[in-house]
């Protein structure tokens, strides 16, 4: 098994549409990239909290380090 190329995608995506109808496919992108932004955020979330608590280090506590 190799790498999957143009014609292969093609086919994967031409059965996904037979099997599934296109209103499904559709859905199911839509929810996967609702997916994709929530993780996003949730990175970015996470590392503005983790800066935050960078920053509530005392002035002094820094200077001794």
Excluded: N, Q, Y
């Excluded at 037979?18 to 590392?47: H, N, Q, Y």
């Excluded at 909290?49 to 509530?56: F, G, L, Q, S, W």
């Amino acid at each position: 098994m190799g790498r999957f190329g143009v014609t292969e995608i093609l086919i994967i995506g031409v059965v996904l549409l037979v099997l599934f109808g296109r209103g499904k496919v559709s859905a199911l992108m839509g929810e996967v990239g609702k997916g994709i932004t929530a993780f996003k955020k949730g990175v970015k979330d996470g590392t503005e909290e983790i800066e935050a608590v960078r920053d509530v280090t005392p002035e002094s506590e820094k200077d001794k380090a």
